[in-house]
Nanobody, 124 residues
């Protein structure tokens, strides 16, 4: 069973950047499509974006298009979320998730494996 550990969260001013990492272990990373989700206090978990198992296809929610970039390094068993031009409304706990499928999906319940989350706080 694959385990996921996020890192890279923190406090940043509006307009700044952060790169989140999600390191995986215990599974064959290259078989998993990976997703990034976030959840702000009092709000539902929402899809941020995802990447196919090969890395050849990415998908983003409208909230992050043009600002966020997802990539993966199958040799390092790691997926990344580069976030630029951060806004206070990006403040949330960010989670990575894995699903044994070719293509990413925006539905959180399609992902059986989850990390513990990393806090991102954007100050105005």
């Amino acid at each position: 069973q694959v385990q996921l550990v996020e890192s890279g969260g923190g406090l940043v001013q509006a307009g700044g950047s952060l790169r989140l990492s999600c390191a995986t272990s215990g599974g064959t990373f290259s078989i998993y499509a990976m997703g990034w989700f976030r959840q702000a206090p009092g709000k539902e978990r929402e899809f941020v974006g995802g990447i196919s198992r090969s890395g050849g296809s990415t998908e983003y929610a409208d909230s992050g298009k043009g600002r966020f970039t997802i990539s993966r390094d199958n040799a390092k068993n790691t997926v990344y979320l580069q976030m630029n031009s951060l806004k206070p409304e990006d403040t949330a706990v960010y989670y990575c998730a894995a699903a044994n499928r070719r293509w990413t999906t925006s539905r959180w319940n399609d992902y059986p494996y989850w990390g513990q989350g990393t806090q991102v706080t954007v100050s105005s």
